[in-house]
């Protein structure tokens, strides 16, 4: 692999860098609320691009083999689709009393992460590769799993507020076409000698593509979840706890499982992260006496963007490279 100027210093500082974008969106987003809105428009595409990146670390091949291991994906689903339910539903007694808040909590807390979970995970040491062979079953699963989850822990009405039309489009545009592009990028460099280093390009541009990421979703929403803090105060505290919570139940559970380390710490990354970015559509789309909602699926992803940092920043490394964790 080519070593290009300035990548093991960004390597060895990115969760220096990744607060300083968090903190730059927040600067952004409070003294130009109106500009801020206007990344919203970039949240999806630099997104793509960061996952781009990241399947492009892969070795794409190797996908079928890590979908097969039937032991990593039981302990998955077990985690997200049976222990984290159990611990929504807990938490989510602390904001029964609103409605909008049950609701932005529930949405957001039922569905796991298909995206971003998978640059955090290989950033900690964790098995990205087989996390990003669970994306398909995690987005089905969740599909059919978080409206009947609502439809209990919220009532029947919470059903008939759910469409599947942002989770299909999520899909699509954050994790197909992105795979896909790198998949043919990957196919076009084996035969093209002047494509060698585009995987190389990939490495070199993850920490940036992650700071600007974490700069558009914070500084497009951050103004949104000041101005309602004082409402999404105890929401907030879910999410933390949540986040705890998930970090002991997650581990615990992939123990059980047998996991090798590399995949307990990607089992764990996925019960603590949240699918965010892909229920945010659903909650803005959600009725005027529900708006609420949409400002607690943001600061989830604000508490969760913090967490996810400490989690990297405390989890012992394997290796001290992006690329060797990928």
Not at 25 to 45: D, I, Q, R, Y
Not at 122 to 128: E, T
Not at 296 to 318: C, D, I, Y
Request: aromatic share 10%; glycine share 8%; with cysteine.
């Amino acid at each position: 692999m080519k070593t290009w100027p300035g990548n093991a210093w960004m390597q060895a500082h990115q969760i220096a860098l990744y607060l300083t974008a968090i903190a730059a969106g927040c600067v952004f987003g409070l003294v130009l609320p109106s500009a801020s809105k206007a990344l919203e428009f970039t949240v999806n595409p630099i997104l793509g691009l960061l996952l781009y990146a990241t399947f492009l670390s892969m070795p794409l091949t190797r996908l079928p083999q890590a979908f097969r291991d039937i032991r990593f994906m039981g302990a998955l689903c077990t985690i997200n689709f049976v222990v984290v339910p159990i611990v929504a539903f807990g938490l989510s007694r602390l904001v029964a009393g609103e409605q909008p808040l049950l609701f932005g909590v529930l949405l957001v807390l039922l569905a796991p992460c298909i995206d971003y979970v998978i640059v955090f995970t290989g950033l900690a040491g964790g098995d990205s590769q087989r996390l990003l062979a669970a994306t398909p079953l995690l987005l089905i699963l969740q599909m059919v799993l978080v409206p009947a989850y609502l439809y209990l822990f919220a009532g029947p009405s919470a059903i008939s507020m759910i469409v599947p039309g942002p989770f299909l489009m999520a899909l699509l545009g954050l994790i197909t076409l992105p795979l896909l592009a790198a998949a043919l990028t990957q196919a076009l460099s084996t035969r093209f000698a002047r494509m060698e280093c585009i995987g190389d390009w990939a490495d070199y541009l993850m920490v940036p593509l992650m700071m600007g990421t974490l700069f558009c979703v914070v500084g497009s929403q951050i103004y949104t979840v000041q101005s309602s803090f004082a409402q999404l105060a105890l929401g907030i505290l879910v999410f933390v706890l949540f986040i705890g919570l998930m970090n002991i139940l997650g581990y615990s559970a992939g123990k059980l499982f047998q996991l090798p380390m590399a995949s307990l710490r990607a089992a764990t990354f996925s019960g603590v992260t949240r699918n965010s970015l892909v229920v945010l559509p659903l909650a803005l789309a959600l009725p005027a006496e529900l708006e609420l909602a949409s400002a607690v699926v943001v600061s989830q992803t604000l508490v969760e963007l913090l967490g996810m940092l400490v989690m990297v920043r405390f989890t012992p490394k394997q290796s001290t490279t992006l690329q060797s964790k990928l």
